[in-house]
């Protein structure tokens, strides 16, 4: 079943990705496979990608701990083992796994409440090419939403 659209200032159509604690996770990659030209995952798909995400996304913070245990919020193995619940919210330092593990930039865009234009508010993975990111939306309320490329 195809993902509702909305387009906003920037000609960018927003997929509209359910909000089940997944929807980080659904939005990248979802994009990745747009990236990939893969097909578009259905709903039920793009759930199992994105739980799929999550634990490579959780194994890749264990793997690089030294590098990663002194950004997140409170104890590591605490951090790591709620992580891998599939309705716990992700936010910046798993985008940045993310990019890590499909070896694929991520861009951020949010919506410019004064222009109606979207703007970007984060970059990952740009040793892993900046052309053709997988962009996701975030709405400023926990909620991303995956961004079709122009």
């Not at 979802?30 to 793009?46: D, I, K, N």
């Not at 913070?61 to 992700?90: C, N, S």
């Not at 861009?107 to 979207?118: A, C, I, R």
Request: proline share 7%.
């Amino acid at each position: 079943m195809p993902q509702p659209e909305k387009s906003l200032g920037n000609n960018l159509p927003i997929i509209r990705i359910p909000g089940d604690g997944r929807c980080l996770f659904r939005s990248v990659v979802y994009g990745a496979c747009l990236r990939s030209g893969v097909p578009t995952p259905t709903v039920s798909r793009q759930k199992e990608l994105a739980d799929e995400l999550r634990a490579k996304v959780v194994d890749e913070f264990i793997k690089r701990r030294a590098d990663t245990e002194w950004f997140l919020e409170g104890d590591f193995d605490t951090y790591t083992v709620q992580m891998r619940m599939p309705h716990i919210w992700g936010g910046e330092p798993e985008l940045l796994m993310s990019s890590h593990v499909l070896q694929m930039p991520i861009t951020v865009l949010m919506q410019d409440k004064n222009s109606n234009n979207l703007k970007v508010i984060a970059e990952y993975g740009q040793e892993y090419g900046k052309d053709n990111p997988i962009r996701v939306i975030y709405h400023g309320y926990g909620h991303y939403d995956a961004l079709k490329s122009s």
